[in-house]
């Protein structure tokens, strides 16, 4: 195990990765005395050195989606940390997923298998620009099936695990599906998708969300780009990397 100076979370995510590190697994980031504490051990125990630490597992299996986090095994759902793959698809391909091992939407059929009849805790973690990591949690995310074009669902923001500001997540509750070919919107006159890079999402009129937005190189605001309310003073401001996480239980 090694241990460097770090500022925060997704620094030492940073820190985790290629070409910094080759083959780090885990790591936990210890916030009293800033440091990272990075390791190649696949299940290495962090509770003697780092007892307060925010332990990160790595991926679990092959393609890279399951992590484990303090703990507990999560499903991501969704991922961008880089530009190349587009997000402007179709309804079909919502519908069946699309993307590689590294970015990817894991498509609303999956989606409503983890979820439809047993509601879960959706995690979604955004990094900005600056470096900052921005956790939001819902509690009995629900996405029901095709017949209600994938109407989403939660229970409540769990602002004591969260640090996103002035969440409004809210406004997409109840909200059906919509991409750039199917408009399930409530904007009466406009079609949201369109406006926000040809992504899809439950989108309302239209809100602060667009996390499969276009991917910009910095922190541009504009409504297209990729983002995620509560990251910033302006909330349609560019993300560097984002992803949706379903906890199995
Ligand atoms: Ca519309």
Redesign the pocket.
Known sequence: MTSEPGRSVADCAMKCEPPHMQYCSAFAFVPESKLCLLTEAQNADFASVAPSGLVYRKSIDSDKKLVVIDGKKFQVIQHRSKGELSFARGWTQYEDGFGDETDFWIGLRTIHELTGSSPKLLRVEAVTWSDELYVSEYSGFSVADASTDYRMTYTSYLSDSSNTTGDSFTNMKGMQFSTMDR?N????S???SNGRGNSGWWFNHCGNYNPNGVYQNSAVVHPSTMHWGGTAAQHSTALKSIRMMIHLA
């Open positions: 408009d919107d409530m904007s009466s406009g079609f949201c």
